[in-house]
């Protein structure tokens, strides 16, 4: 997963998300070149769905699965021009 500023710059490309123990762990690089290890506690968690807010979070699967369906659609385009 990329994340972008509103001037299309690369800010940070997560590589993975896991579990261990109560928190997260997220492996990526932040501005195309520093590795970097974030450790997210669920009290962080927390806040990060505080920052969310309810009509987002109720509005997500909506967004999942336009996300889903976007890279299925981009998958397909790029086997056909294979």
Do not use: H
């Amino acid at each position: 997963m990329k994340m972008f500023s509103r001037e299309g710059v690369e800010m940070m490309e997560v590589k993975s998300i896991k579990q261990d123990g109560d928190n997260l762990v997220m492996k990526g690089k932040v501005m195309g070149s520093m590795s970097t290890v974030i450790l997210i506690k669920p009290e962080d968690c927390w806040q990060a769905l505080k920052l969310l807010g309810w009509r987002t979070l109720l509005r997500m699967p909506v967004i999942l699965f336009k996300g889903y369906w976007q890279s299925k659609r981009s998958a397909e385009g790029k086997i056909a021009k294979a």
